[in-house]
């Protein structure tokens, strides 16, 4: 990732993890912290990881974190992971996503503009949103959604729903 899209994903300059985030990020247990990642077929490299982490004080909502690198970034790859992540999420029974994004990353901010995520509140560097997860029987068994309402299921007035 370039020191930019590093920048936007941690909201500080990052220029590698420390063992306790190493730890933080890898200590998956599928439950209160998911991960899913994407692999380029061609060479094995990563290209792109989206996770939740549970929120302790409310067991329905989940922090969500998304990345792509760069040579990958625009071609969907960010959006079929949060599909598949929200696919995951609800079946731990989580019921919303919230998402702290950078002020300046256009591309989440798009990203979360396509799920119809809500602006929930502004800080000076960073903007938090609210994606609500909408009902399992809206999605079929593969987890596409049963409509053409929106990109990652039936999307209503109101909250986002994935």
Sequence with gaps: MSTRSRRLRFLSPKKELSSAELGYFTDVDHH?????????????R???IARYIRDAAD???AEL???VIDDWQGRGLGTELMAQ?????RSEGIR???ALVAADNPAMAGLLCHVRAHLIRREPDALQYEITLGPAEEYTPA????SNDGPLGKVADGPARL
């Design 32 to 44: 209160d912290h998911e991960a899913l990642g994407a692999l380029d077929h061609a060479d094995g």
């Design 46 to 48: 990563g290209v792109g």
């Design 59 to 61: 067991p329905q909502a």
């Design 65 to 67: 974190a998304v990345t």
């Design 85 to 89: 992540l929200s696919e995951r999420a």
């Design 96 to 98: 919303r996503f919230t």
């Design 143 to 146: 987890g596409a959604p049963s």
